[in-house]
């Protein structure tokens, strides 16, 4: 086995605890951004919604300002964003490279994209939800979480599920600038220095991760649509 | 009691101001159903949400019993919503969640015990003729069986007041029928006072003890039902009285020429309408004995509202043109509006 291994794909044997390495920075990398995009995007999703015109507290100003921040930093190409953020990932994280380096721009090139699916999640709620629930005696609060959330479950499945997969991409684009993880090893190994064999297990890697992703989301979607 | 002081609601849209609701005064009393009845863009939906404040009128007091709503605080007027409970057109059932979970939806914060809660659950269940489909999910049940259960869940909170904004609209006759039977057992059963809005007359024949006619944001007539049926004052109002009777097809039966409405030398074609009070006299026979008029019924329509009947008559009159004369005289002496469509 290990021997038809080191046949087939020599470049990634040879240097196995870096490929190990490289899929742990990966997973971390997709873990945390993952994480803590859900929780910023899924809040600024909410407030969108909620202070858009007509619904529970409908606020002009801030709807407007939300709305224009995350809209500039989707309109900035990733690439660009990461060079455009180097002055304020040094501040947060001390450095722009590897793996620490590159959390920071995946966040704000993740969050913004999320809160607008999460939004578009929640706009589907049917108004009159809203309105039985307040003539119920709903504070906002128990609207936000028992109705707007709760209610849009499946929706927002569908938002992780998309936004999960086009991370994948994003990191591996701060591989290519030195931010570590498969994208990193594969342009590293398997582009510059013409090993193919890398490159193929690399993006044999990511489709069975997207696969999953997909999958997982879907059979989750389903579970939860009623 | 809910009370309604001069009630105007404004919304300024991007077109101008929309009048929606202009300085309506109402008084509903507590146990009574009182029906809202007017034509789509009449108000009636702004106005009932002005009721439980889920739309905050521009001008003028909103008050239940002695407490004015319209001066309350949004987290005061949240508890005094638990007490108003409210069903939709749409039933607004929330998807994600079974049958059970949505009654328990506003018992959230009640401070029922988790056995308390379920007992009344299972009541409002079994109130509303559910109890089998208390773990359906809402995508699973009828149109009518959904507003069975938005009903349970506006009753979960013990309500003096339930607001019905077009209950019956997205359903067909047959259900309609069933869920005005079960809006009028709540009422007998439980005291609950029910403001119903409606575009059907017959919805308000069926059930109501009191109405309102609006038109363009005013309430135009008002009244007890009976009142209303017998002796409409404003044209829509006789407009939506119509609707709820065919009797107006003589009118185009008379212009078409039909057969039925061929009359021999001498003969007359008349409409009786008939109210509660004259019903009970034998008229009829009265003028075909003491009158030598025959008499020949061609299609009628009556109604019980309120059990009284009252109703309309379509008759052919045959006889001396001195006696027809004198019967129809000797009718609307007895308050039956006689309506001569046709002579010959």
Not at chain 1, 181 to 192: E, L, P, Q, S, V
Not at chain 2, 110 to 119: A, N, R, V
Not at chain 2, 228 to 257: H, L, W
Request: glycine share 8%.
């Amino acid at each position: 086995m290990l021997e038809v291994l080191n046949d087939l794909i020599p470049n990634i044997m040879n240097k196995l605890p870096e490929f190990w390495q490289a899929i742990l920075d990966f997973f971390i990398m997709l873990g945390i951004t993952g994480a803590v995009s859900f929780i910023f995007g899924t809040l600024f999703g909410v407030i969108l919604t909620v202070t858009r015109r007509g619904d529970i507290l409908e606020n002009k100003v801030i709807y407007f300002i939300l709305g224009k921040i995350i809209d500039l930093f989707r309109a900035i190409p990733f690439v660009i964003l990461i060079f455009f953020l180097g002055p304020m990932t040094r501040i947060i994280a001390g450095t722009t490279i590897g793996l620490r380096g590159a959390l920071f721009p995946l966040m704000v090139g993740t969050i913004p994209f999320f809160a607008r699916q999460v939004e578009s999640a929640l706009a589907e709620i049917d108004r009159g939800l809203i309105e039985a629930s307040q003539a119920m005696g709903s504070s906002p609060m128990e609207i936000i979480f028992r109705v707007y959330l709760k209610e849009s479950i499946p929706g927002i499945i569908r938002a992780t599920t998309i936004t999960l997969i086009s991370l994948i991409g994003l990191i591996t684009m701060v591989g290519a600038v030195g931010g570590g993880g498969i994208g990193d090893f594969a342009i590293r190994y398997g582009y510059n220095s013409m090993q193919n064999d890398v490159t193929y297990v690399c993006v044999i890697i990511l489709l069975l991760i997207t696969t999953t992703i997909q999958g997982v989301g879907n059979i989750l979607i389903r579970k939860t649509t009623h | 009691m809910i009370r309604l002081e001069h009630v105007s609601k404004t919304f300024d849209t991007v077109s101008g101001d929309v009048h929606a609701v202009k300085e309506v005064n109402l008084e509903i009393q507590d146990g009574e159903i009182f029906g809202i009845i007017g034509f789509s863009g009449a108000g009636k939906s702004t106005l009932v949400r002005c009721i439980n404040l889920l739309e905050r009128p521009s001008n003028g007091k909103v008050w239940i019993d002695d407490e004015e709503l319209t001066k309350m605080s949004e987290k005061a007027l949240r508890e005094v919503r638990k007490k108003i409970g409210m069903i939709f057109q749409h039933f607004n059932l929330m998807r994600s969640r079974t049958v059970y979970q949505n009654i328990a939806f506003p018992l959230k914060g009640s401070g029922l015990s988790k056995e308390e809660m379920d007992k009344k659950i299972t009541s409002l269940l079994e109130l509303v003729d559910l109890g089998d489909k208390k773990d359906a999910y809402p995508s699973q049940l009828s149109g009518g069986q959904k507003q069975r259960v938005a009903i349970a869940r506006a009753l979960a909170n013990d309500p003096k007041v339930l607001l019905c904004d077009e209950a019956t609209s997205a359903l067909d006759p047959q259900t309609t029928k069933s869920i005005l039977k079960l809006l009028k057992q709540v009422n007998e059963k439980l005291g609950i006072t029910i403001v119903l809005i409606t575009h059907e007359m017959a919805v308000i024949k069926e059930i109501c003890d009191r109405v309102a006619v609006m038109e363009k944001g005013k309430v135009i007539e008002e009244g007890n039902i009976l009142e209303v049926f017998c002796k409409p004052q404003a044209k829509v109002t006789k407009d939506f009285i119509a609707t709820t009777s065919n009797i107006s097809r003589i009118y185009e039966m008379v212009d078409e020429g039909s057969a039925l409405t061929e009359l021999k030398p001498g003969q007359h074609l008349v409409k009786l309408n008939y109210d509660a009070v004259n019903t009970s006299k034998a008229l009829i026979s009265e003028i075909s004995r003491d009158f030598h008029v025959d008499t020949n019924i061609i299609f009628g329509n009556v109604e019980i509202i309120k059990d009284s009947p009252l109703g309309d008559l379509v008759v052919i009159f045959g006889g001396q043109k001195e006696d027809i004369q004198n019967a129809i005289a000797y009718m609307e002496k007895h308050d039956v509006k006689v309506e001569v469509l046709k002579e010959c």
